[in-house]
């Protein structure tokens, strides 16, 4: 019961194509997580699927009916925005019962509904309140709510946490983790934080100027990047990419990423000079400039003492470099 | 404004220029409403200082009372500004909601037309408008006044309020779409509150000049039944004779309404500023 299919959706506006073909299946209760660059179309195809915006060709199917034809409020779909757009002039229990009541739910169930909803997401000291008087992440939690109430098959959200401060976003996206183990639901999540992607899919879908790049769970995109463009977006620092020239190797291009260098004082592949050295506890990251491979991160974990200035030697693990193509693919 | 960003000479600077606007501005309507409760001798005698108790006099007021239907004339002036507000706002706002909202062939063409008015004087179309009202019979009506008002008032109003429309936030409007909302019912529930200062300014704009009117009175609708405050007081400005104390009674009354409405729109204006928005 939530189940989602997409075939070679292609949206344009004017003579923009922001949508160059999408095709995407997603079995129900799938958690999926649609990650890429600001601008690459990514709520574009959630308004797509939600109805909002109708796609220029291409087919939408929920639960293997076409819904092309069918208005949002009878997709069975519920969506959270980035702003929240709570109704300003309503409570937060009036927010939560309105798509209900619209849909002619009696009242005894939606009161039913918004009293589990609201102890799942601790509201209830807040339900006679406006919007205006709560904080940001309270007012997600009502975004949520909101969307929980109506049962859908399928939840979809836009970026929910991208409008509250970094010890909040991490809260909230626990809950949503736990939210998605409860109800079991199918949902769509939109974001541009790669970390974010990581933690919460189970599928992860990377987009990039309107056309997927690669589907495959979390792991699977960091280990196995299909090409240049998915192994720069996940995984943080960014993978190192050194021009292949370079180094004498065939490839256009070799990727290694930060946390698969080991550093040395006295000898190592490349030789450089540190320029900075970040110090996070639990990790440091050295920034150094190689005579051959250029200007590359490190990713060491503890403290690891390095004065900008010194020579250090850094050396790839061999088994974790990626080659890459003219075409940014990755070469087997 | 905190202490830190406070300084005196500006503060007493500032003050001074807006004290004096505010003197220059209200003179004129000082000095009608003060004559008003001249007698003539008074009026011409001394008309820049208040009544005193020897130049005190009502007759202005009793002849406006007395003489013709002036409360006739208010109604009407009411009835047409009124209606006429009414069908700017309401076609207005909903003309912007549909060129800011939604994409259709020749959207910024219907916005340029429609701006269009905004630069061209409604009163260059009277004898055309004329023609057409005799034609279908409206003339001596109110209905004329108040259709010619509603055109003359739409396309400013189209113009700020779909300026304003298109900052209110799509995920409000999308979010309610989803919760099975009806285009209209987002229109008047969701985004209407969210414009009301935009539509308070509107109304201002719009009111003042309907108001004051005396061109499309005296062509569309001079009858007696049919006079507005503006027109029935030119019964007073003779040839020869000018009965001033009564003009200026009747001015000072057509001050009133307007005043009443303008203090309506300006509560609703600062209530719009302040109430909760999205975020
Ligand atoms: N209503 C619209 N009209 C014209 N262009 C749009 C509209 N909505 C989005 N776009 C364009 O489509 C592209 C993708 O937008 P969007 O899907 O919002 O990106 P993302 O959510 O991935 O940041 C952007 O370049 C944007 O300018
Ligand atoms: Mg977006």
Same mark, same amino acid.
């Given at each position: 019961m939530? +189940?989602l299919?997409?075939?070679?959706?292609k949206?344009?506006?004017?003579?923009?194509?922001?949508?160059k073909?999408?095709?995407?299946?997603v079995?129900?209760g799938?958690?999926?997580?649609?990650?890429?660059?600001?601008?690459?179309g990514? +709520?574009?195809?959630?308004?797509?699927?939600?109805g909002?915006e109708?796609?220029?060709?291409?087919?939408?199917?929920i639960?293997?009916?076409?819904?092309? =034809?069918?208005?949002?409020?009878?997709?069975?779909?519920?969506?959270?925005?980035?702003t929240y757009?709570?109704?300003?002039?309503?409570? =937060?229990?009036?927010?939560?019962?309105?798509?209900?009541?619209?849909?002619?739910?009696?009242?005894?169930?939606?009161?039913r509904?918004?009293k589990?909803?609201?102890? $799942?997401?601790?509201?209830?000291?807040y339900l006679e #309140?406006r919007?205006?008087?709560? +904080?940001?992440?309270?007012?997600?939690?009502?975004?949520?709510g909101?969307?929980v =109430? #109506?049962e859908p098959? !399928?939840?979809?959200?836009d970026?929910p946490? +991208?409008?509250?401060?970094?010890?909040?976003?991490?809260n909230?996206?626990l809950e949503?983790?736990?939210?998605?183990?409860?109800?079991?639901?199918?949902?769509?999540?939109?974001?541009?934080?790669q970390?974010?992607a990581m933690?919460?899919?189970?599928?992860?879908?990377?987009l990039n100027?309107?056309?997927?790049?690669?589907?495959?769970?979390?792991m699977?995109?960091?280990?196995?990047?299909?090409?240049e463009?998915?192994?720069?977006?996940?995984?943080?620092?960014? $993978?190192?990419f050194?021009?292949?020239? #370079? !180094?004498?190797?065939?490839?256009?291009t070799?990727?290694?990423?930060?946390?698969?260098?080991? =550093?040395?004082t006295?000898?190592?592949?490349?030789k450089g000079?540190?320029?900075?050295?970040?110090? &996070?506890?639990?990790?440091?990251? &050295?920034?150094?400039d190689?005579?051959?491979?250029? !200007?590359?991160?490190? #990713?060491?974990?503890?403290?690891?003492?390095?004065?900008?200035g010194?020579?250090?030697?850094?050396?790839?693990?061999?088994?974790?470099?990626?080659?890459?193509?003219?075409?940014?693919?990755?070469?087997k | 404004?905190?202490t830190?960003t406070?300084?005196l000479?500006?503060?007493?600077?500032?003050?001074a220029?807006?004290?004096?606007?505010?003197?220059?501005?209200?003179?004129?309507v000082?000095?009608?409403?003060?004559?008003? @409760?001249k007698s003539?001798?008074?009026?011409?005698?001394?008309?820049?200082t208040p009544?005193?108790t020897?130049?005190f006099?009502l007759?202005?007021?009793?002849?406006?009372?007395?003489?013709?239907?002036?409360?006739?004339?208010f109604?009407?002036?009411?009835?047409?500004?009124?209606?006429s507000?009414?069908?700017v706002?309401?076609?207005?706002?909903?003309?912007?909601?549909?060129?800011?909202e939604?994409?259709?062939?020749?959207?910024?063409?219907?916005?340029?037309?429609?701006?269009l008015?905004?630069m061209?004087?409604?009163?260059?179309?009277?004898?055309?408008?004329?023609?057409?009202m005799?034609a279908?019979?409206?003339v001596?009506?109110?209905?004329a006044?108040?259709?010619?008002?509603?055109?003359q008032?739409?396309?400013?109003?189209?113009?700020?309020?779909?300026e304003?429309?298109?900052?209110v936030?799509s995920?409000?409007?999308?979010?309610?779409?989803?919760?099975?909302?009806?285009?209209y019912?987002?229109?008047?529930?969701?985004?209407?509150?969210?414009?009301?200062?935009?539509?308070?300014?509107?109304?201002v704009?719009?009111?003042?000049?309907i108001?004051?009117?005396?061109?499309?009175?005296?062509?569309?609708?001079?009858?007696?039944?049919?006079k507005?405050v503006?027109?029935?007081?030119?019964? @007073?400005l003779?040839?020869?004779?000018?009965?001033?104390?009564a003009?200026?009674?009747?001015?000072?009354?057509a001050?009133l309404p307007?005043? %009443?409405?303008?203090?309506?729109?300006?509560?609703?204006? %600062?209530?719009g %500023?302040?109430?909760?928005?999205?975020?």
């Amino acid at each position: 019961m939530g +189940s989602l299919k997409i075939e070679n959706v292609k949206k344009a506006f004017g003579p923009v194509e922001v949508l160059k073909g999408i095709d995407l299946e997603v079995t129900d209760g799938e958690f999926v997580v649609f990650v890429g660059p600001s601008g690459c179309g990514k +709520s574009t195809l959630l308004r797509v699927i939600a109805g909002l915006e109708d796609s220029t060709s291409g087919r939408v199917l929920i639960d293997g009916a076409d819904v092309s =034809v069918t208005p949002p409020a009878k997709r069975g779909i519920a969506m959270v925005f980035q702003t929240y757009a709570l109704y300003p002039h309503l409570t =937060v229990k009036n927010n939560m019962a309105l798509g209900l009541k619209q849909a002619g739910t009696p009242a005894a169930e939606i009161e039913r509904r918004i009293k589990i909803a609201s102890a $799942m997401l601790s509201l209830e000291p807040y339900l006679e #309140r406006r919007p205006a008087e709560l +904080s940001g992440g309270q007012r997600q939690r009502v975004a949520i709510g909101r969307a929980v =109430v #109506r049962e859908p098959k !399928l939840f979809l959200f836009d970026e929910p946490l +991208s409008n509250l401060d970094a010890a909040l976003r991490v809260n909230t996206r626990l809950e949503i983790a736990q939210l998605h183990r409860r109800l079991k639901a199918t949902m769509i999540y939109v974001t541009h934080d790669q970390v974010e992607a990581m933690t919460l899919a189970d599928k992860i879908v990377v987009l990039n100027a309107g056309r997927i790049e690669q589907i495959g769970s979390p792991m699977e995109l960091y280990n196995a990047p299909a090409n240049e463009f998915v192994a720069g977006f996940i995984g943080s620092p960014k $993978m190192n990419f050194i021009d292949g020239a #370079r !180094l004498g190797e065939t490839a256009k291009t070799i990727g290694v990423r930060p946390e698969h260098l080991t =550093v040395d004082t006295k000898s190592g592949a490349w030789k450089g000079t540190v320029v900075h050295a970040e110090h &996070l506890g639990a990790d440091t990251n &050295l920034y150094l400039d190689c005579e051959t491979a250029g !200007l590359i991160t490190v #990713r060491i974990f503890g403290v690891y003492n390095a004065e900008p200035g010194s020579t250090l030697y850094a050396t790839p693990d061999a088994a974790k470099t990626y080659r890459f193509g003219a075409d940014g693919k990755v070469l087997k | 404004m905190s202490t830190a960003t406070r300084s005196l000479p500006r503060t007493i600077g500032a003050h001074a220029i807006l004290l004096t606007y505010t003197a220059i501005a209200l003179f004129p309507v000082i000095l009608v409403v003060m004559n008003s @409760f001249k007698s003539r001798a008074g009026i011409f005698g001394a008309p820049l200082t208040p009544p005193t108790t020897k130049t005190f006099d009502l007759i202005g007021y009793t002849t406006v009372f007395g003489q013709g239907d002036f409360f006739h004339y208010f109604q009407n002036s009411l009835v047409v500004t009124v209606a006429s507000l009414f069908f700017v706002l309401l076609f207005g706002a909903m003309a912007a909601f549909a060129l800011s909202e939604y994409r259709f062939r020749g959207n910024t063409l219907m916005g340029l037309y429609l701006a269009l008015g905004i630069m061209i004087p409604i009163r260059l179309g009277t004898v055309a408008i004329l023609q057409l009202m005799v034609a279908s019979g409206l003339v001596n009506t109110l209905t004329a006044l108040i259709l010619v008002y509603t055109a003359q008032g739409l396309p400013l109003a189209i113009f700020i309020l779909s300026e304003f429309m298109r900052q209110v936030s799509s995920d409000l409007k999308n979010a309610g779409r989803i919760d099975g909302l009806s285009e209209y019912t987002i229109f008047f529930r969701l985004v209407l509150p969210l414009v009301r200062p935009a539509m308070a300014t509107v109304a201002v704009f719009t009111m003042i000049p309907i108001w004051n009117d005396l061109w499309f009175p005296l062509i569309l609708a001079p009858s007696e039944e049919t006079k507005t405050v503006t027109l029935g007081a030119q019964l @007073f400005l003779g040839q020869f004779v000018t009965n001033w104390n009564a003009i200026l009674a009747a001015l000072s009354l057509a001050i009133l309404p307007v005043l %009443i409405l303008y203090v309506i729109f300006s509560r609703q204006l %600062i209530r719009g %500023i302040t109430s909760g928005a999205v975020k």
